[in-house]
């Protein structure tokens, strides 16, 4: 079970074995330079947080706090521009109205083809 702590209040879960998402929660990580965020491959949990499945965490990306808020994909990074500092540029474009439509859609295609596209294992 994944649990955030009162400095580190979210958690970000992430599929390893997929190199274009292991090098941007590296990347990512290094920006969150007040460390609000635990970063956390999927294949280290013991068990999927409660409310999602392994097939959850393998298709998207997960941003869950310590209660029962799980926010998926698009939107999970669309949160982290508020989160931390050095993304917050990137916070009107990802907020700007009807951009999460675009956003989740390409989010979606992008996940679905990583493998394919990113020679992820």
Known sequence: M???????SLVLIYDANCRLCATLARWLSRADVLQQIIWT?????????S???WDDLKR???LVDGG?????GFYA????????????????IFWFPGVNVVGSAL??????????LFGCS
């Open 2 to 8: 994944v649990k955030a702590t009162k400095n580190n």
């Open 41 to 49: 491959p999927y294949q280290s949990l013991d068990a999927p947080p």
């Open 51 to 53: 409310g999602l499945s």
């Open 60 to 62: 998207s990306a997960y």
């Open 68 to 72: 029962d808020q799980q926010i998926e």
């Open 77 to 92: 990074f669309r949160m982290l521009t508020v989160r931390i500092v050095l993304l917050a540029p990137l916070a009107p």
């Open 107 to 116: 989010y979606r295609w992008v996940a679905r083809n990583r493998y394919r």
